[in-house]
């Protein structure tokens, strides 16, 4: 129960801020705005490709986290 009431505010609170949406960078938004739809795709791959590393290092260290905090309790 505990789990979930961290996981659902964790969510929360990242869904509310505002500028995780654009960070606001009249540069980046005119950029990719200009490109036509084969480059907004290849934006699109882009920010996947840097980010599956990023999310695949931090959901192994929570899990091994998780796993160490179960063996000391059990």
Do not use: E
Request: aromatic share 10%.
């Amino acid at each position: 129960m505990r789990l979930k009431f961290a996981f659902v505010t964790l969510v929360a609170i990242l869904a509310s801020a505002q500028g995780a949406f654009a960070q606001g960078c009249a540069l980046c938004y005119t950029s990719a705005s200009a490109v036509g739809q084969a480059g907004q795709r290849s934006l699109d791959y882009g920010i996947l490709a840097l980010l599956t590393p990023a999310l695949v290092l931090f959901l192994s260290v929570m899990f091994l986290l998780y796993r160490r905090a179960v063996s000391a309790t059990a």
